[in-house]
């Protein structure tokens, strides 16, 4: 059976990228530096893939001079949250950005928020309260 492992994304500043992703819950599941390549990947996510979550793939190219472009085909990474205000304040007295406020989506119920990495990638927070009994397993 096939199964949905990682999305990449290059960053700048892979500290200031990490200290962001712990933000939203977020950690550190591997690390890979490769020297003769002169770039290390970082693997992000709430669990391992072994249990079914994907992740994110954060790419840090060390000889990197200029600002990486976002891209207009990109959207967003989508993230289950139990409290989207309560994430979006986390976020922001983390010094990140907030793009949308807590609030419904337009036409529905559902409450979502969008934030932005410190690479400019966009995050939609959704409010999935659940959420918080599976970050507790």
Request: glycine content about 10%; aromatic content about 10%; charged content about 30%.
């Amino acid at each position: 059976m096939s199964s949905f492992l990682h999305t990449m994304v290059r960053v700048r500043d892979l500290d200031r990228s990490l200290s962001f992703y712990n933000l939203l819950g977020m950690r550190e599941l591997r690390r890979t530096e490769v020297r003769e390549g002169r770039y290390t990947l970082v693997f992000i996510g709430f669990a391992d893939n072994k249990n079914g979550q994907a992740e994110i793939e954060l790419t840090y190219n060390w000889d990197q001079k200029n600002d990486y472009e976002v891209g207009t085909g990109f959207g967003h990474f989508a993230i289950g949250v139990p409290n989207v205000a309560d994430a979006v304040e986390k976020v922001r007295l983390g010094g990140g950005k907030v793009t949308r406020e807590a609030g419904p989506v337009k036409f529905g119920t559902t409450v979502i928020a969008f934030v932005e990495d410190p690479d400019g990638y966009k995050m939609e927070l959704i409010e999935k309260p659940e959420a918080s009994e599976a970050h507790s397993e």
